[in-house]
């Protein structure tokens, strides 16, 4: 299943279409657990894992619907947690994880 999702996702992205609709597809392939996320918070220098389905993370959009802005920015999707959590390792900002997750 991860595979199919890795793929969808490649296609979405390079059809610049990875939005609402590309979420909820994601979702609909990966499970009710992925994809997830990650917010890098510029003031704190912290690195948040989240669930896309948080109301904090809104599919990598953050509450404002924005993926980007003067405080930090979301990155993502990731399919597994394995790959959100090497991500945010290579960030070097100290991590937690949300409680979403």
Do not use: Q
């Amino acid at each position: 299943m991860v595979g199919i999702g890795a793929v969808a996702r490649a296609v979405m992205f390079a059809a610049g279409i990875l939005g609402v609709v590309g979420a909820v597809v994601l979702r609909s392939v990966l499970g009710p657990r992925g994809p997830f996320y990650l917010y890098e918070n510029y003031p704190t220098n912290c690195v948040t894992l989240h669930y896309g389905g948080c109301g904090f993370c809104n599919d990598g959009r953050g509450r404002r619907g924005e993926r980007a802005t003067v405080n930090g920015h979301w990155s993502g999707p990731y399919s597994t947690l394995a790959a959100a959590e090497a991500s945010a390792k290579r960030t070097g900002r100290p991590g937690r994880t949300h409680g979403c997750v």
